[in-house]
């Protein structure tokens, strides 16, 4: 029973980032000063200004495999496998996918409504589009949400349900027209959650799989935007899921992240709940891979904390939740029109801790809400200063137009900086990995990723904490024992402990045929070449070196 119930009555949709590291995200916050916010007036210059374009050249025939698709991604999860799906489906039907955005032919811009920052970068990302005379379709929830925006008009939009049809959105766009698929997708007169599960992926990362289990969510918090473009909840059938993570174990994945707007909620339109998917999931993962839950609300969780935490120890899941608080004073989180107070969000930490010894628990934070006061404030640090989150996303609020809270009456800039310094100074003042492992310690961890700074491989322990490793020898795809060697505030330095004989090798992508290897950050599968087929391509070269030569003796 929720030791607030008779509080508050709703919940929280807010989509997070949840693959940016923490690292990534305070590296611009450590310099925080105390002044007023400048209004910057560079976006409104650039609506304004007649910016000379190039002329966009405009096919009467699409031939696929002539034509190169640019594809930018801001956001969640759940929009990076949104962006899985649609170049999964250009790549099959012949499109070249390209990094390079002044060779691409077409720019598919898939954005993100949290907060106006993102916004700000994509409606940027449309001018620069427009100015190089490069043709635009616009997908994710920001044309979603508003497809009317003055910055959006003419323009090309795949709707969040339509992912499945991008391929003739991209084809008619070439052409020159201007296509919107924005509506609800129905199978029988039913809603659904999303393109169905089966359909080809282009992964970012081919040993790690997104699959969104649900779209939408069951309430809008006063600040959040997101189910204007999300709706209200759909679920996934459990069958789909299962049936979809059988099928990526099969091709090489080794890791797979649950996905969705708040996983928490899952299942509850269709008569069945997350563990009860969780469960199911947990017999088809293979020994050695691992699954990784998403983002969930505090309310739903606390209807099913005894089996979270079973699951969340299970050999086969990481032990870690991501569980946003958004603010540690109760009269907030009710003008947020969040369904828990401080005590529901305490009695889960609590809980977790005690059952899963070790468990990562990651939370978010919302700076400057209109309504918050400085004993309002003073409860956050309270909370976070008792948990020290190893993981805090720390942001300052955003009003977003059509949303409750945009029409509150905003706290003044120069305050709202110094309560985020506050919170980042509070967050980089304890080592939460010092006080949980020492030097020498060894763990297991499964690698599965580059480091952004291109010199470590990253795998990742039990409770799915940062551990770096050497590139010297091939470790993506492998479970390993290694020795901490240093330790810092965003993730642990560590050596190899065990002979190579003793590495398990958790993916088919690293075998006779294939091999895994790094372009920059990126993950890649390389084809080996065979001892036969080496013999074959060196016979063939010289049978056409001899023909060549004796002919040329004849003349």
């Not at 003793?502 to 690293?510: A, D, I, K, R, Y």
Request: aromatic share 8%.
């Amino acid at each position: 029973m929720s030791a607030c119930g008779e509080i508050i009555d709703d919940i929280e949709d807010l989509i997070q980032s949840q693959d940016i590291t923490p690292k990534e995200r305070y590296a611009n916050k450590t310099n925080v000063t105390i002044r007023a916010k400048r209004v910057s007036k560079a976006i409104e210059a650039q609506q304004n200004e007649k910016l000379e374009t190039a002329e966009k050249p405009i096919l009467e025939s699409v031939i696929p495999g002539t034509q190169r698709i640019y594809m930018k991604t801001w956001g969640c999860a759940h929009n990076s496998s949104d962006s899985e799906y649609m170049a999964g489906q250009l790549a099959s039907y012949g499109y070249n996918i390209t990094t390079d955005k002044a060779d691409a032919n077409l720019w598919l811009l898939n954005s993100c409504t949290v907060k106006n920052p993102s916004e700000d970068t994509f409606r940027n990302e449309i001018l620069a589009a427009e100015k190089l005379g490069k043709h635009v379709v616009l997908a994710g929830c920001v044309p979603q949400a508003a497809p009317k925006s003055e910055y959006m008009t003419g323009l090309s939009i795949v709707g969040v349900q339509q992912l499945d049809r991008v391929t003739e959105v991209v084809e008619e766009t070439l052409k020159g027209h201007s296509v919107r698929l924005l509506q609800p997708k129905k199978i029988n007169g039913k809603k659904v959650a999303g393109p169905n599960l089966a359909l080809p992926k282009v992964r970012k990362n081919p040993l790690i799989e997104i699959i969104p289990i649900n779209s939408g969510c069951l309430n809008a918090c006063t600040y959040c935007k997101t189910k204007f473009a999300r709706a209200d909840l759909v679920s996934y059938p459990v069958e789909e899921i299962i049936e979809r993570a059988t099928q990526v174990f099969q091709e090489g994945v080794c890791e797979i992240w649950l996905t969705s707007e708040d996983t928490g909620t899952y299942g509850r339109d269709i008569g069945s709940s997350l563990p009860e998917l969780l469960w199911k999931l947990v017999e088809v993962i293979p020994d050695n891979c691992r699954l990784r839950l998403g983002m969930t609300n505090p309310p739903y969780i606390l209807e099913h904390l005894d089996e979270m935490a079973k699951i969340l120890a299970h050999p086969k899941v990481y032990g870690f939740l991501h569980v946003p608080v958004q603010s540690g004073s109760d009269s907030v989180l009710g003008e947020m029109k969040r369904e828990y107070c401080r005590a529901d969000f305490e009695r889960i930490c609590d809980f977790l801790k005690q059952k899963v010894p070790g468990i990562t628990i990651a939370t978010d934070i919302i700076c400057g809400f209109p309504t918050e006061t400085e004993a309002d404030f003073e409860h956050t640090m309270s909370l976070c200063a008792k948990y020290e989150f190893p993981s805090l996303f720390i942001n300052q609020f955003y009003p977003r137009p059509g949303t409750p809270a945009a029409k509150m009456q905003r706290i003044p800039p120069d305050q709202v900086k110094t309560r985020t310094k506050r919170l980042t100074d509070l967050f980089y003042g304890y080592e939460p990995y010092a006080k949980k492992y020492t030097i020498g310690d060894r763990q297991t961890v499964l690698v599965t990723e580059i480091s952004h700074d291109k010199k470590h491989y990253v795998g990742h322990n039990k409770f799915y904490e940062q551990i770096l490793l050497p590139m010297d020898k091939p470790l993506l795809g492998k479970l390993v024992e290694v020795r901490i060697a240093k330790i810092t505030k965003f993730s642990m330095i560590a050596e190899i402990a065990q002979g190579e004989k003793e590495w398990v090798n958790c993916t088919t992508l690293s075998n006779g045929e294939t091999t895994l290897t790094s372009q920059g950050d990126t993950v890649m599968v390389v084809q080996k070449q065979s001892p036969v087929s080496m013999f074959v391509l060196v016979a063939a070269i010289a049978c056409l070196v001899a023909i060549a030569y004796r002919f040329y003796l004849k003349l």
